[in-house]
């Protein structure tokens, strides 16, 4: 199988896990092999073979970015409860797999017992998908995959991210049970604002919850269960160069680090909508950050469900649970 990203070309072997997992760095006149022979992240915890890859002379960025293998078989992973229906309004029912309600109390215990989760907010980014012929969804955080799964089914390509594997495991079950594969990539990564190993912070009762830690220390002790690999948002400028994208943002906190992280993506990827959640920075210095960083780049603040109206900076404690930051450029059409 082969990925062909901008102007990168890898050719790799089918792994259980990860179909990539490769650094790039400094300058592309290294060797094949010494670009393979770099040490891999302590995450990793078992070796890994990759089929030395064609590397365009043109390539020059570092990332740890790892692409998941959608084609394994994960449907006996222990956190699977149960596959039930989501249901898409207009749109119609495909499977997703869902944790216990125990330790899911807000995303898979809503699913299982009304079928969807943030149904209206899923609702609006289809609409504004379908008015938008060829912008691709960038799920940033996807959980257990419900904004993936209802745009993959509405026909629109996606590239989720999320830093938990359990999450990925169960969202390629998901994929595979609809027959969406070949519509969605899927990325194992955090996202910050520097290259590191980020550990977890568990939310016994909202799995859904899991916040990143910075700073690991290279002597905790780190898996694939506990910790992720934390790459940048301009790591990813080389796939989505040019492109006109929507990004759902759900990282928990780590929004500001991830834009930060992402100058470069802001200037040479057309990000047209970003959706994210508001309500842990209504009051807070990285909520001053995330404004900063916006409004700077020509965005504005609405609610999402209210298209009429702009969002006051000067009330952002007021603001909605969750926002979207609309590019100048699309007022017109997003308030039409």
Not at 17 to 35: A, C
Not at 86 to 98: D, E, F, H, R, W
Not at 217 to 226: A, L, M, R, Y
Request: with cysteine; aromatic share 10%.
């Amino acid at each position: 199988m082969c990925i062909c990203v901008g102007v990168l070309h890898v050719v790799y072997k089918s792994l259980t896990d990860i179909k990539l997992l490769t650094r790039y760095i400094g300058n592309v006149s290294q060797t094949d092999e010494q670009v393979l022979n770099l040490t891999l992240p302590l995450v990793i915890s078992k070796p890994v073979t990759v089929t030395k890859p064609f590397i365009s002379t043109a390539l020059r960025f570092t990332s740890y970015v790892r692409f998941f293998n959608t084609s394994a078989d994960y449907s006996s992973a222990k956190q699977i409860h149960k596959c039930v229906d989501l249901k898409i309004q207009s749109i119609g029912n495909t499977p997703i797999c869902v944790y216990d309600p125990a330790i899911d109390i807000y995303v898979s215990k809503s699913i299982i017992d009304n079928g969807n989760w943030e149904g209206d907010l899923i609702s609006l980014v289809v609409n504004i998908i379908q008015g938008a012929r060829d912008t691709v969804f960038l799920d940033f955080g996807c959980n257990v995959g419900v904004y993936t799964l209802a745009i993959a089914k509405f026909g629109r390509q996606v590239s989720a991210l999320d830093a938990n594997r359990k999450n990925l495991e169960m969202l390629t079950t998901s994929l595979q049970k609809g027959n969406l594969t070949k519509m969605v990539t899927l990325i194992w990564n955090a996202l910050s604002d520097k290259a590191e190993t980020v550990g977890f912070k568990e939310d016994r009762k909202n799995i859904g919850g899991l916040q990143m830690v910075g700073e690991v220390s290279s002597t905790s002790f780190v898996s694939d269960e506990n910790s992720s690999v934390a790459i940048v948002l301009d790591d990813l400028v080389p796939i989505f160069r040019n492109q006109s994208v929507f990004i759902k943002m759900d990282i928990e906190t780590y929004e500001l680090k991830a834009m930060l992280g992402g100058k470069k993506f802001f200037k040479e990827v057309d990000v047209k909508f970003l959706l994210m959640e508001w309500m842990h920075h209504k009051i807070s210095d990285v909520g001053t950050g995330i404004i900063q960083f916006m409004t700077k780049r020509g965005y504005t603040p609405f609610s999402p469900l209210q298209r009429s109206v702009p969002l006051n900076i000067e009330d952002r404690q007021l603001w909605s649970t969750d926002i979207i930051w609309v590019k100048n450029s699309m007022n017109g059409t997003w308030s039409a």
